[in-house]
């Protein structure tokens, strides 16, 4: 076993040394490109931690975090909305990096849940769509959640990771977690959450004749890597080690899938 794991270790650390490259399809807002790392200051996302811890089901028998989206009470929707008020209040380029890193991620995943919110009952979820619908206004900009994804996380930081934070709210997408992000623990969360999503059925699957991953890698293929080989070598670096031994080996080709069905508890899963 420990040999297993030294030549894995090998095997996949180019790829975490691969050089990361911002979606060509996303340019970077660069009027939010700037920080003051001399502020000590810390943004509180304690609200929509508490929030969060309340009603996203961390145990679900499918290994899918869900939503409970019917179950958010009238005094909680306010909550959610007073957080939004909070984080819209503030500046964040006048903040270090870091507190920026978990802001905008904050808002994005409390942007996406408001929206459904509003909406729900509904069966699926359009991203794209409703990422362009839902918006918010920050240092008197309009910001649409999906530039926060596209203009400003993932070009900005350059940090293909970024992407298994933000929970568009399907079962296909990255899971809800039940905490929210702080500049404390963004890095380590978003390299927990890349692994468990590796992991999970939704995000690959590999034996001898077939390898299926999520869209997710389609769509943001040049966050992750230039070719497909190099993608290899990504999922194989977060596999577990029997699927990582599948994975350097495969020589197919690779299908693509993604489940656009609401993460919310009654969902079946898989189909």
């Keep these: 076993m420990y040999r297993l794991r030294m030549v894995l ?28 790392e001399s502020n000590p200051a810390i943004i509180d996302h304690s609200l929509f931690d508490g929030f969060l811890k309340t009603y996203v089901i961390s145990n679900h028998a499918s290994g899918i975090n869900r939503f409970r989206y019917g179950d958010v009470s009238g005094a909680d929707s306010k909550r959610l909305k007073h957080y939004m008020s909070y984080l819209t209040s503030i500046d964040p380029r006048h903040f270090r990096k870091a507190e920026q890193k978990a802001y905008w991620l904050n808002l994005y995943n409390a942007l996406m849940l408001q929206g459904l919110l509003k909406r729900y009952p509904v069966s699926t979820v359009d991203r794209v769509k409703l990422g362009r619908q839902l918006h918010a206004r920050v240092a008197g900009q309009v910001i649409r959640a999906a530039d ?16 298994f934070g933000l929970s568009c709210a399907t079962l296909g997408c990255p899971a809800i977690h039940a905490q929210a992000f702080t500049a404390a623990t963004t890095d380590t969360l978003l390299r927990q959450y890349a692994r468990e999503f590796i ?55 690779i299908t693509y899938a993604f489940d656009k069905r609401i993460n919310a508890p009654e969902t079946r899963w898989p189909l």
Excluded: C, M
């Design 9 to 36: 270790l090998v095997l996949t650390s180019i790829a975490y040394s691969l050089p990361v490259v911002a979606d060509r399809g996303s340019s970077p807002w660069e009027i939010w490109n700037s920080s003051d």
């Design 199 to 253: 992991n999970h059925p939704r995000g690959l699957v590999v034996n001898k004749h077939e390898l299926r991953v999520s869209k997710i890698f389609v769509w943001y293929r040049e966050d992750f890597a230039q070719d497909e080989r190099q993608l290899l070598r990504l999922f194989a670096h977060y596999a577990d080690d029997n699927k990582a031994l599948y994975i350097l080996g495969f020589n197919g080709d």
């Design 148 to 163: 926060i994804e596209a203009h400003i996380l993932r070009p900005l930081w350059g940090d293909y990771k970024v992407v």
